[in-house]
């Protein structure tokens, strides 16, 4: 069974820095493209950025390009995503999404239960 | 990036049919698949279709997907109370910034 978990979520001052991870287990995770997606309270889904399976190809949102950074870790079966520079319309729950096939194809077949991050002074 | 565009409400009787439409462009849904998820009250996305009209193993045929040029569309029949839900598109886009994007979301009432 696939199984994502997430973590590193919490309140942060803006301008601030998080590093959220994601934990994956159940399925050959070197194999697949993941992604992160947010959700802003009471908000619809926004895409946040994607990196393959090898971690040699990545993309961002403009709403988080130059601050945000996506990598992975094989060995760990561990997906990151660092964020600096946050800002208040940074808040939102945070998941974390597996590709149903590679390299990219934005078919999310798994989601985490997601990692909620607030921005706020 | 772009925008995907739903309807913010459709809603029916039970065992009536729905559809939600998904309007993009040429960059977005008129150069890649779409595909389609549900999202009950506090929890995490669901994929129902993947590549325009596929079903993963598990999602009823009471689900069905259709693509036409920059548009596509996700139909419920049969509607049933657990299908109270918000649904979501996806699709690439390949315009000026690359990446990934969602529709702006359909909440699904069942009267």
Redesign the interface.
């Known amino acids: 069974e696939v199984q994502l978990l997430e973590s590193g979520g919490g309140l942060v001052q803006p301008g601030g820095s998080l590093r959220l991870s994601c934990v994956a287990s159940g399925f050959t995770f070197s194999t697949y493209a993941m992604s992160w997606v947010r959700q802003a309270p009471g908000k619809g889904l926004e895409w946040v950025s994607v990196i393959t399976g090898s971690g040699g190809t990545t993309y961002y949102a403009d709403s988080v390009k130059g601050r945000f950074t996506i990598t992975r870790d094989n060995s760990k079966n561990t997906l990151y995503l660092q964020m600096n520079s946050l800002r208040g319309d940074d808040t939102a729950v945070y998941y974390c999404a597996k590709d149903r096939l590679p390299p990219i194809r934005y078919n999310f077949d798994s989601w985490g239960q997601g990692t909620l991050v607030t921005v706020s002074s | ?1 772009s925008v995907l565009t739903q309807p913010p409400s459709v809603s029916a009787a039970p065992g009536q049919k729905v559809t939600i439409s998904c309007s993009g462009s040429g960059s977005n849904i008129g150069s ?2 779409v ?1 389609w ?1 549900q ?1 009950l009250p506090g929890t ?4 129902l279709i ?2 325009d009209n596929k079903r ?1 193993s598990g999602i009823p045929d009471r689900f069905s997907g259709s693509k036409s040029g920059s548009s596509a569309t996700l139909g419920i029949t049969g509607l049933q109370t657990g299908d109270e839900a ?1 649904y ?1 598109c ?3 886009d390949n315009s000026l ?9 359909t909440k699904v009432t069942v009267l």
Do not use: I, N, R
């Open positions: 990036q890649h698949y595909s998820y999202q995490a996305p669901k994929l993947y590549e993963p918000d979501y996806g699709t690439w910034s690359a990446g990934g994007m969602f529709g702006t979301g």
